[in-house]
């Protein structure tokens, strides 16, 4: 009995049966070119490719688990899925809540408008400036600028159609979201300096993981920093993000 066990065993390793890791990926794919969804509502963009980097040198399967982003970290701590990636900012308040990765992008802030319309934040004051709720964006204007009207919205999508519409007169982003912004709407352009106060945008992006999942933590950051030293990471940065 003992050599029919231990034959099947070493059969299922020569046939690949024996299953690789599952890790599912909460995102919120509403905010290119992060993650958002293409024409055949497929979940693509940086933190897909990034995440999808990390399990294939974890030997892990990755799945995507779309939700809206300020139920993500609820979810997470629900046992939805195993981590988040979706552009979340490393702050402290949500480190009470969550265990974060290394930072895996540098990141700042930038409210846009209709071109040549404000400069500064102060230009802002009274004014309507849209962001998806739940994000830092939203609780730093709250905080920081409260002369400033925040309109939340489900997505960044809607906001851009209403700035457009003139319904709101700024969106604040991800800087490198905005610019994705402009790209197509020449209509549009910055609106105030960069945002890099580390209170709310923190040390850079990073995955979430339940605080007691300690070991998920140390495979991603050792796959973060193995990606990173093989050149995988930079492929995949200047594909989403060329200079």
Not at 31 to 46: C, M, Q, R, T
Request: glycine share 6%.
């Amino acid at each position: 009995m003992k050599k029919l066990v231990l034959a099947a065993l070493l059969a299922s390793f020569a046939t690949g049966s024996i299953a690789a890791e599952k890790i599912n990926f909460g995102v919120s794919a509403t905010y290119p070119p992060f993650e958002s969804l293409d024409a055949s509502n497929k979940i693509v963009g940086f933190d897909i490719d990034l995440a999808t980097a990390l399990c294939k040198q974890m030997q892990a399967e990755c799945t995507f688990t779309n939700h809206a982003f300020d139920s993500l970290i609820p979810a997470l701590k629900f046992r939805k899925y195993d981590a988040v990636i979706s552009g979340m900012d490393i702050t402290p308040e949500r480190s009470k809540q969550v265990a974060f990765s290394n930072p895996y992008y540098a990141n700042s802030a930038l409210v846009i408008a209709k071109k040549d319309t404000y400069k500064t934040f102060t230009d802002l004051k009274g004014k309507r400036i849209g962001m998806e709720n739940g994000t830092t964006h939203q609780k730093y204007l709250q905080d920081k600028h409260p002369e400033v009207e925040t309109v939340a919205y489900d997505s960044y999508q809607n906001a851009i159609i209403d700035l457009k519409n003139g319904r709101i007169d700024g969106v604040f982003g991800d800087t490198a979201v905005v610019n994705e912004w402009l790209k197509t709407n020449p209509q549009l352009g910055p609106a105030t300096e960069k945002v890099t106060d580390p209170q709310y945008f923190g040390t850079g992006l990073g995955i979430a993981v339940r605080p007691d999942n300690k070991a998920l933590l140390e495979k991603l950051n050792n796959a973060l920093a193995a990606i990173k030293a093989d050149g995988t990471y930079q492929k995949i940065s200047d594909q989403w993000f060329p200079q």
